[in-house]
């Protein structure tokens, strides 16, 4: 008889849960619920038997949104199961839960077994052609924001989705600088409907994780099941303890520029902070900002990450950050969706960049502002940006963070470089605003037009030979100037 059944819980379709509407409030109380009933403190609340389940016998490691576990017999694997994942059915009636467990094979190594698990999981996922799910009698009370049924609660009340699970307002007031509150609408943010109601939809992800993953069962994967156990478990956690972390550095960047008067031209009332999290879930981030300060927030997030070590490999961090910079009403899950993509098109330039083609030395950002027309893909998108010449006049992504061997074979597409110029262009040139717009319909004309209009204009100093060939550059400036505020430095913010 076997004596030990791994499980694994893992929510399914979780960005169709978290973002079911364009209410800021509920798309963060929704990614809490899936952080709150992945965690072990959940379980173990659930049970309340700890023949069953407790975190210290049964708990292996929890987080982004899946949760694996260990049982003695499989007795024990099924009956926990059913248990929880009825529980969830009825007090989170929007989330669905897959749920797969498998024989601890003594053969393999403890990473082989987990690989094991998951194809169980997939198995399982892919044979699951249509998803049932209780829908309204008609007699049910409607939620106003997001058109679905409240369901009632064990005694008959209303079941309230506006209370966040205690551990999870800890981390919120943990990554809150002092003296500041959290944005619970769009509107709090800082925007403004006469100047600038752009929020900036921001997706983070870590590169490489699968490698290092496979680099620590390697290293400890003739070891016994229980301190390889310890070891991911060390390993998951460490990476979103320091994941948490940047965004909390990040967090008080803001809070600094806001101090020394660096953010004057939001329309910030009562100490909110212009920056929202949504989800932290190991390195899986997204946070919401106001749109003209998304992309020096995500610069800066990735530049405190990869400063950061993990407690178990002892390797620092890369990662790719996808801003989609959209009007308020504009469909929440759509900017999600396109910030992900935004994300991946970062992470396939990166790994192009790196020398073993994974990425995992360098942190690169990609975003788009959308000024209203929705498709479907990146690549449709960007096919905008062709000119006359069948050239991309963007330039972007752009490198955050890299080893010097990448800076130096790339050396305009840094971000610090964007910034530079921008603030040149922008702000100490002083050209008319209004002749830099126009430069936008020129950009699609060809290289040539370009030069003519900036002759013709006398905007000599945004010629090629006066900037060292910054002037490639200049699409993606002027493109930016009405959604970009750049923020000071972490030197001078101290």
């Not at 979780?14 to 619920?33: G, H, M, P």
């Not at 460490?238 to 960047?253: L, V």
């Not at 360098?362 to 788009?368: G, P």
């Not at 060939?469 to 993606?476: A, I, K, Q």
Request: net charge negative; hydrophobic share 35%.
């Amino acid at each position: 008889m076997n004596g030990r059944y791994l499980t694994i819980l893992e929510v399914s379709q979780k960005q169709a849960y978290i973002f079911q509407n364009n209410e800021l409030r509920s798309n963060v109380l929704n990614s809490a619920d899936i952080a709150w009933i992945t965690s072990g403190e959940y379980l173990e609340q659930t049970i309340h038997d700890k023949e069953i389940f407790s975190m210290e016998q049964n708990l292996v490691y929890d987080g982004g949104g899946h949760t694996i576990l260990e049982f003695a017999a499989q007795e024990t694997a099924i009956a926990f199961t059913k248990k929880v994942t009825r529980t969830i059915r009825k007090d989170y009636p929007g989330i669905e839960i897959f749920a797969a467990t498998y024989g601890y094979d003594a053969c393999l190594t403890p990473g082989d077994n987990l690989k094991e698990l998951l194809k169980q999981l997939e198995r399982k996922k892919s044979v699951r052609l249509s998803a049932f799910h209780q829908g309204s009698f008609g007699v049910e009370k409607m939620d106003v924001n997001t058109k679905k049924t409240m369901f009632q609660g064990e005694l008959g009340e209303q079941k309230s989705y506006d209370r966040m699970p205690q551990k999870e307002k800890e981390i919120e007031e943990q990554l809150l600088p002092q003296g500041f509150h959290l944005a619970r609408k769009f509107e709090d943010l800082g925007g403004s409907k006469d100047e600038s109601n752009f929020i900036a939809v921001v997706h983070i992800d870590g590169n490489a994780m699968g490698k290092r993953v496979e680099s620590i069962q390697k290293n400890y994967g003739q070891d016994t099941w229980e301190h390889y156990k310890k070891k991911i478990r060390a390993f998951s956690r460490s990476i979103d303890e320091q994941f948490k972390e940047a965004y909390r550095e990040m967090a008080e960047f803001v809070a600094h520029n806001i101090k020394n008067g660096g953010l004057a031209e939001l329309d910030l009332k009562e100490n909110r902070l212009p920056v929202r999290r949504i989800i932290t879930a190991g390195d899986d981030i997204c946070f919401v900002s106001e749109g003209r300060i998304g992309t020096e927030c995500a610069a800066y997030f990735l530049r405190a990450l990869a400063d950061m070590k993990n407690a178990v490999d002892g390797k620092g961090y890369a990662a790719c950050a996808g801003v989609a910079i959209v009007h308020q009403k504009y469909p929440f899950y759509k900017a999600y969706e396109l910030a992900e993509r935004l994300c991946s098109n970062a992470k396939k330039y990166g790994a192009s960049l790196s020398e073993d083609g994974s990425g995992s030395d360098v942190s690169v950002i990609d975003w788009h502002i959308e000024f209203g027309e929705i498709k479907d893909t990146l690549e449709q998108i960007r096919e905008d940006y062709i000119d006359a010449d069948g050239k991309c006049i963007l330039q972007r992504p752009y490198i955050v963070s890299a080893s010097e061997q990448i800076k130096t074979a790339e050396p305009l597409r840094q971000y610090d470089v964007f910034k530079d110029f921008f603030v040149d262009t922008i702000w100490k040139e002083g050209y008319a605003r209004g002749m830099l717009k126009e430069l936008r319909s020129v950009f699609g004309k060809g290289e040539q037009e370009i030069e003519y209009y900036l002759k013709f204009h006398k905007m000599r100093k945004l010629l090629k030979e006066n900037l060292g060939g910054r002037s490639v550059l200049l699409p993606d400036v002027v493109e930016m100037m009405d959604t970009f505020l750049p923020l000071c430095s972490k030197e001078e913010v101290q």
